[in-house]
Nanobody
Framework: QVQLVESGGGLVQAGGSLRLSCAAS????????MGWFRQAPGKKRELVAD???????WYADSVKGRFTISRDFTANTVSLQMNSLKPEDTAVYYC????????????RGQGTQVTVSS
């Protein structure tokens, strides 16, 4: 059974940092792009970062310069380092795997809540 399990969410003050991790199991995701979405209440789901199987990265303008995505092929994990957090970063963050073009994806985790207080 394929699973993506996120961890590392929580409550942090504005300006703080969090590191999200996603553990993938059930198959190798070496040939997949990996990404992080977020969705805040009443807002559309937003792709915030992705990383290709070759290691190329993309970031949404809203997080560029503050968030860093990385992946470990051996451990089958992908991480999102989030610095200089803002209240508008508050959302449920989802890890996803895609063999097609974002924002389409093949697998997605259950999400982890990130809350940034002002």
């Amino acid at each position: 059974q394929v699973q993506l399990v996120e961890s590392g969410g929580g409550l942090v003050q504005a300006g703080g940092s969090l590191r999200l991790s996603c553990a993938a199991s059930g198959r190798s995701f070496r040939g997949y792009g990996m990404g992080w979405f977020r969705q805040a209440p009443g807002k559309k789901r937003e792709l915030v970062a992705d990383i290709t199987s070759g290691g190329s990265t993309w970031y949404a303008d809203s997080v560029k310069g503050r968030f860093t995505i990385s992946r470990d092929f051996t451990a089958n994990t992908v991480s999102l380092q989030m610095n200089s957090l803002k209240p508008e970063d508050t959302a449920v963050y989802y890890c996803a795997a895609s063999r097609t073009t974002w924002p389409q994806y093949d697998y997605r985790g259950q999400g982890t809540q990130v809350t940034v207080s002002s």
